[in-house]
């Protein structure tokens, strides 16, 4: 009817009018390349204190080169990742994402493309926001994956450095988001590269804008990786992790996530089974004791029963045998082995006799194996039927 041509020819008006808009500063930004808007990042203040998007620029090309490097990616690969991490944040000075903000990224990428740039640099541009909320795609290429890790840990760092934190009712800059974006980076890539890894590279490059000594690095390295811990157990929620897993893989030193979301489906797999029973049995066996013991060393020289022979033969075996497996699975099967040595170990050894020396020696021995249990779980976290 005629109301809704009217209300339909208005709207066409409208959108002819910022179509237009669109193509104008379109046109206007690609009379330069976007290496040129780069300049004007010195005029915009990314957050005070932190100064402006120059040198948050300045500090993402310093992390993303950081990253690549500790993955020893390709040199190739990695200059063209810094060169994404260096223009990543032009386009936001150009007239079409300040008219159109929704398109930061999508603009830098075509402008990019525009000015001969290197197509896995403009991939990278744009491929630095994603993912954008939680489910989101992650980025699809390794340049778009660096400089999107360095943009978030840079920001987190920053953040945390000045004072800015969620709290239980307000997240106003993102910070949840940040971190779980690159958690699912992190985990859903592969990357071998481990949390403390990032906020070390983060707080490092903070420090030509920020005075960091050696205690508020600590401190702020803690607290930042409490922070993505935190993230991470939301993470292997989502995967369906059971919470108990979930506080044994954490409860204990892990490098990747990968790594620790690989040990956590092998102790979810093996969980109501006799190999895991075993495995756990020994393991509080040992664990209550050890904690009384003053360090590691263990003096063969101080044996006295066979049955502490056979346990250390055993648990030199079964660490030697460690280092040549990565697989979870086949780790739990070689911790299983140490049950029958402990057993016999308890059955014929008395640990807290009044002699100093060989009461040392046998914690010693025992704070030992718990570190070699320790290198897939903390077992006494688990909840078993």
Not at 98 to 107: A, S, W
Not at 315 to 328: D, F, H, R, W, Y
Not at 353 to 381: G, H, I, P, W, Y
């Given at each position: 009817?005629?109301f809704?041509?009217?209300?339909?020819k208005?709207?066409?008006?409208?959108?002819q009018?910022?179509?237009?808009?669109?193509r104008?500063?379109?046109?206007?930004?690609?009379?330069?390349?976007?290496?040129?808007?780069?300049?004007?990042?010195?005029?915009?203040?990314?957050?005070?204190?932190?100064?402006?998007?120059?040198?948050k620029?300045?500090r993402?090309?310093?992390i993303?080169?950081?990253?690549?490097?500790?993955?020893?990616?390709?040199a190739?690969?990695?200059?063209?990742?810094?060169?994404?991490?260096?223009l990543?944040?032009?386009?936001?000075v150009?007239?079409?994402?300040k008219e159109?903000?929704?398109?930061?990224?999508?603009?830098?990428?075509?402008?990019?493309?525009?000015?001969?740039?290197?197509?896995?640099?403009?991939?990278?541009?744009s491929?630095?926001?994603?993912?954008?909320?939680t489910g989101?795609?992650?980025?699809k290429?390794a340049e778009?994956?660096l400089?999107?890790?360095?943009?978030?840990?840079?920001?987190?760092?920053?953040?945390?450095?000045?004072g800015?934190?969620p709290?239980?009712?307000?997240?106003?800059?993102?910070?949840?988001?940040?971190?779980?974006?690159?958690?699912?980076i992190?985990?859903?890539?592969?990357?071998?590269l481990?949390?403390d890894?990032?906020?070390?590279?983060?707080?490092?490059s903070?420090?030509k804008?920020?005075?960091?000594?050696?205690?508020?690095?600590?401190k702020?390295?803690?607290?930042?990786?409490d922070?993505?811990?935190?993230?991470?157990?939301?993470?292997?929620?989502?995967?369906?992790?059971?919470?108990d897993?979930?506080?044994?893989?954490?409860?204990v030193?892990?490098?990747t996530l990968?790594?620790?979301?690989?040990?956590?489906?092998?102790?979810?797999?093996?969980?109501k089974?006799?190999l895991?029973?075993?495995?756990?049995?020994?393991?509080?066996?040992?664990?209550?004791?050890?904690?009384?013991?003053?360090?590691?060393?263990?003096?063969?020289?101080?044996?006295?029963?066979?049955?502490?022979?056979?346990?250390?033969?055993?648990?030199?075996?079964?660490?030697?045998?460690?280092?040549?497996?990565?697989?979870?699975?086949?780790?739990?099967?070689?911790?299983?082995?140490?049950?029958?040595?402990?057993?016999?170990?308890?059955?014929?050894?008395?640990v807290?006799?009044?002699?100093?020396?060989?009461?040392?020696?046998?914690?010693?021995?025992?704070?030992?194996?718990?570190?070699?249990?320790?290198?897939?779980?903390?077992?006494?976290?688990?909840?078993?039927?």
């Amino acid at each position: 009817n005629r109301f809704h041509n009217n209300i339909r020819k208005v709207y066409a008006k409208v959108l002819q009018a910022r179509l237009a808009d669109g193509r104008f500063f379109f046109n206007e930004d690609r009379k330069v390349p976007l290496e040129t808007y780069t300049e004007k990042l010195k005029n915009v203040i990314f957050l005070e204190s932190l100064g402006s998007l120059d040198q948050k620029r300045e500090r993402l090309v310093e992390i993303t080169g950081k990253l690549g490097e500790e993955l020893a990616l390709d040199a190739g690969l990695v200059d063209r990742a810094r060169r994404a991490a260096h223009l990543c944040k032009a386009d936001l000075v150009t007239s079409m994402v300040k008219e159109f903000p929704e398109l930061q990224g999508v603009m830098g990428r075509e402008y990019a493309r525009l000015s001969g740039e290197p197509e896995e640099v403009a991939l990278g541009i744009s491929e630095h926001y994603m993912p954008r909320f939680t489910g989101d795609v992650i980025p699809k290429t390794a340049e778009g994956a660096l400089v999107s890790l360095a943009d978030r840990f840079d920001t987190l760092a920053g953040c945390f450095a000045i004072g800015i934190q969620p709290t239980s009712s307000q997240d106003p800059y993102a910070l949840r988001r940040q971190a779980q974006g690159a958690v699912s980076i992190l985990l859903g890539m592969d990357l071998n590269l481990s949390p403390d890894t990032c906020i070390k590279i983060a707080i490092d490059s903070l420090r030509k804008t920020l005075e960091i000594d050696q205690a508020k690095e600590e401190k702020l390295h803690q607290i930042l990786r409490d922070f993505i811990i935190q993230r991470v157990r939301f993470a292997l929620q989502e995967k369906g992790v059971e919470y108990d897993v979930i506080e044994a893989v954490l409860a204990v030193p892990f490098e990747t996530l990968t790594e620790l979301f690989r040990k956590a489906s092998a102790l979810e797999e093996y969980l109501k089974g006799p190999l895991l029973d075993e495995v756990i049995i020994a393991y509080n066996r040992v664990a209550n004791l050890a904690e009384k013991a003053e360090g590691r060393y263990v003096d063969k020289s101080l044996f006295e029963d066979v049955a502490e022979k056979e346990l250390y033969r055993t648990l030199q075996a079964v660490e030697n045998s460690l280092k040549s497996i990565t697989e979870p699975e086949q780790r739990l099967e070689r911790l299983q082995v140490l049950k029958q040595p402990i057993d016999h170990f308890f059955d014929n050894v008395m640990v807290m006799v009044e002699d100093d020396q060989l009461r040392n020696n046998r914690l010693n021995m025992l704070a030992a194996l718990k570190a070699t249990f320790n290198r897939l779980a903390d077992f006494s976290k688990l909840q078993t039927p």
